[in-house]
C-alpha cells in the first residue's frame, strides 16, 4: 500500500514559470486537501474536495489551481509564481468519515521560487 | 475563529518525560489529535482523543483532555532522541475541516 505519493520531492522555480504538483493516493478515500506549511504557522489549507469532480478552495486559494477528475489524483497547479509561494507542500487524504484515523500525508514538496 | 495554540519549543534530557500543549477554541470538536513530524518527512498521526474522553493511554503516550478549558496535552514518558520531532495539535471540527496549530518542536538531549 503507497498511501499519499507526492511527487516532485523538491523543485526551484523562476517567478512567473508554471508547474503542477502531483497527488495520488490508493486507499479510496473520499477527501483530499493541499496544505502549505511555512515556519511558524503550521498548515493552511489552499484547496480541498470531498469527491471526485468536486473542489473548494481553503484558507489560502490564490495563485492556486486544483481539478479532481479521479478518486484517486488531486494534482496542484501554481499558475503564475511567486516568491510568496516558496514552501513546503503536503497532500492530505481521508476518509469522508474521518474519526479516529485522521488523515494520511503524503512527504511532501519543498518548493522554491526565485 | 477557529485557532488552534501550542508553544513552538520544548527541551527535555533523554529520559525525562515531555509534556507538549495545546488550546483549541472550537466547542464543537469531535476527535483532537496529535501528529509528529520527522524531518524532511509529512506528517504521521501519532494519537487521537474523542471529545467525549478525558485521558487516552497508549503506551508511552498520555492524551488528556480538559473541555472545559479547551487545553489538550501530550506527555511522552521516558522520552527519547527519536521523539525528536515536531508535533502538531489538531482539531477536527467536521466535514472537510481540521485546523492544525503551528507546532511544537521538541529537541531531546542526550
Known amino acids: 500500500n503507497a498511501g499519499v505519493t507526492q511527487t516532485p520531492k523538491f523543485q526551484v522555480l523562476k517567478t512567473g514559470q508554471s508547474m503542477t504538483l502531483q497527488c495520488a493516493q490508493d486507499?479510496?478515500?473520499?477527501?483530499m486537501s493541499w496544505y502549505r506549511q511555512d515556519p511558524g504557522m503550521g498548515l493552511r489549507l489552499i484547496h480541498y474536495?470531498?469527491?471526485?469532480?468536486?473542489?473548494d478552495q481553503g484558507e489560502v486559494p490564490n495563485g492556486y489551481n486544483v481539478s479532481r477528475s479521479t478518486t484517486e489524483d488531486f494534482p496542484l497547479r501554481l499558475l503564475s509564481a511567486a516568491p510568496s509561494q516558496t514552501s513546503v507542500y503536503f497532500c492530505a487524504s481521508s476518509k469522508q468519515d474521518r474519526g479516529q484515523y485522521g488523515y494520511t500525508f503524503g512527504s511532501g514538496t519543498r518548493l522554491t521560487v526565485v | 475563529g477557529e485557532d488552534v495554540e501550542q508553544s513552538l519549543f520544548l527541551s527535555v534530557r533523554e529520559g525525562d518525560s515531555s509534556v507538549i500543549n495545546c488550546t483549541y477554541t472550537?466547542?464543537?470538536?469531535?476527535?483532537l489529535y496529535w501528529y509528529k513530524q520527522e524531518p524532511g518527512a509529512g506528517l504521521q498521526l501519532l494519537t487521537y482523543?474523542?471529545?467525549?474522553?478525558d485521558m487516552k493511554q497508549d503506551q508511552r503516550l498520555t492524551v488528556l483532555l480538559n473541555k472545559k478549558d479547551k487545553h489538550l496535552s501530550l506527555r511522552i514518558a521516558d522520552t527519547q532522541t527519536g521523539d525528536s520531532a515536531i508535533y502538531f495539535c489538531?482539531?477536527?471540527?467536521?466535514?472537510?475541516?481540521?485546523?492544525f496549530g503551528a507546532g511544537t518542536r521538541l529537541f531531546v538531549k542526550a
Open positions: 489538531a482539531e477536527d471540527t467536521g466535514g472537510f475541516k481540521t485546523i
Open positions: 472550537d466547542s464543537s470538536s469531535t476527535y
Open positions: 486507499m479510496n478515500h473520499e477527501y
Open positions: 482523543i474523542f471529545s467525549n474522553m
Open positions: 474536495s470531498v469527491g471526485a469532480g468536486i473542489t
